[in-house]
């Protein structure tokens, strides 16, 4: 069931990439909450608005933010329009109108009707948005900056691409050529309709050497084997092949975090490399010491994964430094890259892997 309030509009703090970080008073406290102007319109102080407070009220990962459902003190302007005709969010009172990468009124139709091959291009395939800064510095550490990346997210998690401060903070220090965002998720540089075409988007329009996918903040899980949203990472590694390109997927792993399911090598990627990804990837680990090595390694071996994926080992440490000097902070569930190394230095891993593959 949903939560709705009602709230007043202390102060707009700040509008990042069309999205606007409110206060708001809230029944007598002052409540943090994030507003869309694409969805909503802009509000301004004073303004009172509709707020879905679910996500707080049930301490869901949405980092203590309501959502402005409505301004109630004015009806927004239309918002820009354009010759696209995709609708994202579709059939729901919030559906979003797009130019996707891929219809006739597009500019990069015909590139993206010419489509033959991606042509062996590696494409880092993760699951949490927490690994795509530090895959990214993998690439650009190998490369001493050069290798031209680009960024697919999917609808797996969040759907606004806007939400992301570390797609922000990574343009911002030229460390992604460009986004696109597929199927429902919005507010790329490019959208497209799905993961197909948005591999083919990154390649043919962005011209990225290397392409990582990941879903936007957040994810779903359950605790089952099957409930949950990270089973896309084998999904997105058929694509990639079936495409033409190098999957490289990103295991997660941790060995800070308490829960059995997700020590050593999570059991949400040891079911998407072993049930769901049909077609072989490379998977990057990081160096370990001996006993988390071995743990790994058994996992591994026992799932039946080793059989048909290529295990690649790297240093992932690389990647760390190269965000600690564009000083860019990470953090996955909370944890540092000093809580938990090992889960950053496996998506740094899978960037000095891809940085190997890169066409020259």
Same mark, same amino acid.
């Given at each position: 069931?949903?939560?709705?309030?009602?709230?007043?509009?202390?102060?707009?703090?700040?509008?990042?990439?069309?999205?606007?970080?409110?206060?708001?008073?809230?029944?007598?406290?002052?409540?943090?909450?994030?507003?869309?102007?694409?969805?909503?319109?802009?509000?301004?102080?004073?303004?009172?608005?509709?707020? +879905?407070?679910?996500?707080?009220?049930?301490?869901?990962?949405?980092?203590?933010?309501?959502?402005?459902?409505? +301004?109630?003190?004015?009806?927004?302007?239309?918002?820009?329009?354009?010759?696209?005709?995709?609708?994202?969010?579709?059939?729901?009172?919030?559906?979003?109108?797009?130019?996707?990468?891929?219809?006739?009124?597009?500019?990069?139709?015909?590139?993206?009707?010419?489509?033959?091959?991606?042509?062996?291009?590696?494409?880092?395939?993760?699951?949490?948005?927490?690994?795509?800064?530090?895959?990214?510095?993998?690439?650009?550490?190998? &490369?001493?900056?050069?290798?031209?990346?680009?960024?697919?997210?999917?609808?797996?998690?969040?759907?606004?691409?806007?939400?992301?401060?570390?797609?922000?903070?990574?343009?911002?220090?030229?460390?992604?050529?460009?986004?696109?965002?597929?199927?429902?998720?919005?507010?790329?540089?490019?959208?497209?309709? +799905?993961?197909?075409?948005?591999?083919?988007?990154?390649?043919?329009?962005?011209?990225?050497?290397?392409?990582?996918?990941?879903?936007?903040?957040?994810?779903?899980?359950?605790?089952?084997?099957?409930?949950? &949203?990270?089973?896309?990472?084998?999904?997105?590694?058929?694509?990639?092949?079936?495409?033409?390109?190098?999957?490289?997927?990103?295991?997660?792993?941790?060995?800070?975090?308490?829960?059995?399911?997700?020590?050593?090598?999570?059991?949400?990627?040891? &079911?998407?490399?072993?049930?769901?990804?049909?077609?072989?990837?490379?998977?990057?680990?990081?160096?370990?010491?001996?006993?988390? @090595?071995?743990?790994?390694?058994?996992?591994?071996?026992?799932?039946?994964?080793?059989?048909? @994926?290529?295990?690649?080992?790297?240093?992932?440490?690389?990647?760390?430094?190269?965000?600690?000097?564009?000083?860019? &902070?990470?953090?996955?569930?909370?944890?540092?890259?000093?809580?938990?190394?090992?889960?950053?230095?496996?998506?740094?891993?899978?960037?000095?892997?891809?940085?190997?593959?890169?066409?020259?």
């Amino acid at each position: 069931m949903i939560s709705w309030k009602k709230g007043k509009v202390s102060r707009v703090l700040e509008a990042l990439d069309h999205i606007q970080e409110l206060d708001v008073e809230v029944e007598g406290t002052l409540c943090c909450a994030w507003n869309f102007p694409l969805l909503t319109g802009d509000v301004s102080t004073g303004d009172y608005v509709y707020l +879905n407070t679910t996500a707080v009220e049930k301490k869901l990962g949405s980092g203590g933010y309501h959502f402005v459902i409505a +301004n109630l003190s004015r009806i927004p302007d239309p918002a820009p329009g354009d010759d696209g005709h995709i609708m994202k969010l579709r059939y729901t009172p919030y559906q979003v109108k797009v130019l996707s990468v891929e219809e006739e009124a597009s500019p990069f139709h015909q590139q993206i009707k010419d489509f033959e091959s991606l042509e062996g291009t590696p494409v880092i395939v993760g699951t949490l948005h927490s690994m795509l800064a530090p895959a990214a510095a993998g690439c650009l550490a190998a &490369t001493q900056g050069r290798a031209r990346v680009a960024f697919v997210m999917t609808d797996g998690a969040a759907l606004p691409l806007t939400l992301s401060k570390t797609v922000h903070a990574l343009k911002e220090k030229g460390m992604l050529a460009g986004t696109v965002s597929a199927g429902h998720a919005f507010g790329g540089d490019l959208e497209s309709v +799905n993961i197909y075409s948005g591999l083919i988007a990154a390649y043919q329009v962005l011209k990225a050497e290397i392409i990582i996918v990941t879903m936007g903040p957040g994810i779903v899980g359950t605790g089952t084997r099957w409930g949950t &949203t990270a089973l896309e990472q084998g999904e997105i590694i058929n694509a990639v092949s079936v495409l033409g390109g190098q999957p490289i997927a990103v295991p997660r792993i941790s060995f800070a975090d308490a829960r059995p399911r997700h020590r050593g090598v999570s059991h949400h990627t040891l &079911t998407a490399l072993e049930r769901v990804a049909l077609r072989e990837a490379i998977i990057a680990l990081p160096e370990v010491n001996t006993e988390q @090595h071995d743990l790994i390694n058994k996992q591994l071996e026992e799932s039946g994964i080793l059989s048909h @994926h290529r295990v690649v080992v790297r240093d992932g440490s690389p990647a760390l430094r190269y965000l600690e000097g564009q000083g860019i &902070t990470v953090k996955s569930m909370g944890r540092t890259p000093v809580d938990d190394p090992v889960f950053f230095l496996a998506a740094g891993a899978a960037g000095s892997v891809a940085a190997e593959l890169r066409k020259k």
